[in-house]
């Protein structure tokens, strides 16, 4: 079995390492990680600028690659220029902190996992609550031992899973639980502080929201010290109101002569580029610096 190997912690974490030597026990492991940690970037991929891929060595072995770029990235790159063939699987982790709840939404391993199924290949997102001193080999052990039964039990179709794991569940034998994600929002907040020159900046805190009553999600799974495991799909359309807006006729009669209006109204509407221009002056004056044509400063 050929496994693609990535996170968004960064190549050299060590939640990425832990894991590797586990999965090497299924399977070959080809590891295309992030040069840097991108965490909480989601699904962005590199399109505008270059995308830099460096070979990583562990003496004189080649161990994998480091993109700069995100974890969708290194998917993307991983499946369709580095991997020898298309993978058979595909893990991205072990991150740390969790990333259950709509953490999903935001979070870069799931992103990277989301990408593999993109490409139909059975994908796994993990992620292990955080601690300063994390376990990850054990982790990684118990990661190896519940892919392994997912393999064995799922059936022939591509499948993508976000698995987390709380710091209580390495210290006994750990329950699994397989269950929806909670969508209930964060309390965001910011916290507004200063700077050493006087500016003005926030920084975003606010705890884990409370697990939704009433029925078991990911959230509550894990404050009972679960494992929990969730089936993902990336298709977001909402089948029943789709359905329910099929009948709809829009009239868009009378869009011209609207269009027709617009435009006389903007003939008489000037517009001025922001942009700030760098005036060259003669050597004999002072330098400055014009940030509008029609005016300078000068010393």
């Not at 992103?111 to 994908?123: L, M, N, Q, R, Y």
Request: charged share 25%; proline share 6%.
């Amino acid at each position: 079995m050929l496994i693609l190997l990535t996170n968004d912690d960064g190549v050299y974490a060590p939640g990425l390492a832990a894991i590797e030597r586990e999965l090497r026990r299924l399977g070959e492991v080809c590891v295309v990680a992030p040069a840097t940690e991108q965490s909480g970037v989601g699904h962005s991929i590199t399109y505008l600028t270059p995308l830099i891929v460096k070979e990583v060595y562990q003496g004189e072995t080649r161990w994998g690659w480091a993109v700069e770029g995100s974890p969708a990235d290194c998917v993307k790159i991983g499946i369709t220029e580095l991997c020898p063939r298309q993978p058979d699987l595909i893990v991205s982790g072990i991150n740390g902190g969790l990333n259950a709840g709509i953490n999903v939404l935001y979070s870069g391993t799931v992103a990277a996992a989301i990408e593999g199924a993109f490409f139909g290949v059975t994908s796994v997102a993990v992620s292990l609550q955080f601690d300063e001193h994390a376990r990850f080999d054990k982790a990684a052990r118990l990661v190896r031992r519940i892919i392994e039964q997912i393999l064995d039990r799922k059936g022939p179709e591509p499948q993508l899973y976000n698995m987390n794991i709380p710091t209580t569940a390495l210290g006994e034998t750990p329950a699994v639980s397989v269950v929806p994600m909670d969508v209930t929002r964060y309390g965001d907040r910011y916290e507004k502080r200063i700077d050493p020159w006087g500016r003005e900046y926030y920084w975003i805190t606010g705890a884990p929201p409370v697990a939704t009553e009433g029925h078991e999600t990911d959230l509550s799974a894990l404050a009972k010290g679960h494992v929990t495991l969730t089936p993902l799909d990336y298709n977001m359309t909402r089948t029943p109101v789709l359905a329910a807006m099929q009948p709809w006729q829009f009239d868009l009669g009378g869009l011209q002569s609207e269009d027709d209006s617009e435009d006389d109204r903007a003939r008489g509407t000037v517009v001025r580029t922001q942009r700030r221009m760098q005036q060259v002056v003669p050597s004999d004056q002072d330098d400055c610096l014009a940030g509008d044509p029609e005016s300078s400063h000068q010393d």
